[in-house]
């Protein structure tokens, strides 16, 4: 069977802490993205011996398994603008694909310095501006909003593709500081859009073989239950909570590319 593979060829701390590891990253994921933060490095010293594209294909799944459901979770509270989150989700979609696509030819290394200095400023932003993300800030056109959430779905998806942890964080502050949308609304269209790009890039990696299927499985039916509970306690706890988390990620996030920028 499947799962007795599963314990046949990696140990049984492995296996557990895999499963805990999926079920914060949901968790987290679920309430304001970067459940990638906590996955893909559980995968990476897990399984130092494979290849990153491997790696970076068997999170994909467990993702979005667990970032599908949190969709639907906040699906049934939050009204969406369909023509505006069609038109990013496309945008996103062929950008993720092509980051997907990029991954085999540039060292994601390279990114990295830019990508630490652009979450500092978001997290000085953020821990200013008391008040982000707490109501709806701007009322901008349908066209103008579609215009920027494209442009936002362009970038994201790129770099979902391409690298992937925080993606969700970084739709949740495309929506929250350039669109005006609250925290709540922010991620419920931030998880749709994500499951956009996962797609994308899964694509790209189920097509190379990129995957240990076994893996996946694991952490997926784990992942799903933390985007569950995540997205549960996020829609009860409303905006503050929400961005209380949302500094916790994006310190972690700068913790953890300033050890791999300086380190």
Same mark, same amino acid.
């Given at each position: 069977?499947?799962?007795? =593979? ?16 999926? %079920? ?12 990638? #933060? ?11 011996? =494979? ?30 603008? !369909?023509? #505006? ?5 496309? %945008? ?12 085999? *030819? ?31 800030? +701007?009322?901008?056109?349908?066209? +103008? ?12 998806? %790129? ?15 495309? !929506? ?5 949308? =609250? ?7 931030? +998880? ?12 790209? !990696?189920?097509?190379?073989?990129? *995957?240990?299927? =076994? ?41 953890? *590319?300033? *050890?791999?920028?300086?380190?």
């Amino acid at each position: 069977m499947i799962f007795l =593979e599963i314990f046949a060829d990696s140990s049984f701390f492995t296996i557990i802490a895999l499963a805990l590891l999926a %079920f914060v990253a949901g968790f987290i994921d679920a309430i304001v993205g970067g459940g990638g #933060l906590i996955q893909l490095p559980a995968l990476l010293i897990n399984f130092p011996s =494979e290849q990153l594209p491997t790696l970076f294909g068997t999170n994909k799944i467990a993702a979005l398994s667990g970032t599908s459901v949190a969709a639907y979770q906040y699906s049934k509270k939050i009204k969406f603008d !369909f023509k #505006l989150l069609i038109v990013v989700s496309i %945008f996103a979609f062929a950008a993720s694909f092509v980051g997907a696509k990029t991954v085999s *030819y540039i060292s994601v290394n390279t990114l990295k310095p830019v990508i630490l200095a652009i979450l500092i400023l978001i997290a000085i932003y953020t821990f200013l501006k008391k008040d982000l993300g707490s109501v709806q800030t +701007k009322k901008l056109t349908i066209n +103008k909003q579609i215009f920027l959430g494209s442009l936002i779905g362009i970038i994201v998806g %790129f770099y979902d593709g391409f690298f992937g942890p925080g993606t969700g964080s970084f739709f949740v502050l495309g !929506f929250v500081v350039i669109l005006g949308f =609250e925290f709540v609304a922010a991620s419920a269209y931030s +998880k749709i859009i994500n499951c956009m790009t996962n797609i994308s890039a899964l694509v790209v !990696f189920v097509k190379q073989g990129n *995957y240990i299927l =076994e893996i996946a499985i694991l952490m997926s039916v784990c992942n799903i239950i933390g985007n569950i509970i995540g997205s549960r306690v996020a829609l009860k706890k409303g905006n503050s909570f929400i961005r209380i988390i949302f500094l916790v990620i994006v310190s972690i996030m700068i913790l953890r *590319y300033g *050890y791999d920028v300086f380190f």
